[in-house]
């Protein structure tokens, strides 16, 4: 059984998240500039076996698209041209980044770690994965 790769895309940097070979946790990969994000994706796919894509797909309180949803929708068909093979999920992703806030503090990371956005990103990315992982969907 493969891994499977959350992704918290950002119009400037993109957190990533992996779950083990059994899909049983989610835990932090990388952010990566998203202008690289495809590149990185290739290169970690020539080395780990993965069958699928998680999306966060940012909806309002209202159940629509937010502002930023087209351009992921963009992305999510590049993600399906590169990667013929992979499925790709969308993942409501609602309150991630408060939810990783908090996790940050919950977890002790000292006030200098917190204010790089980069740790939040991958974190937000985790935490679309095991909320995927935690509805069934990623058995």
Known sequence: MGRLIGIDYGLKRTGLAVTDPLRIISTPLETVATTELLSFLKSYLARESVDAFVVGMP????DADSPVAPQIRKFVEQLQQT?????VHLADERFTSSLAKHAQIAGGMKKKDRRDKAN???ISATIILQGFLESGRGG
């Open 120 to 122: 939040l990103d991958k």
């Open 83 to 87: 990667f013929p093979d992979k499925t």
């Open 59 to 62: 909806r309002t309180m209202s």
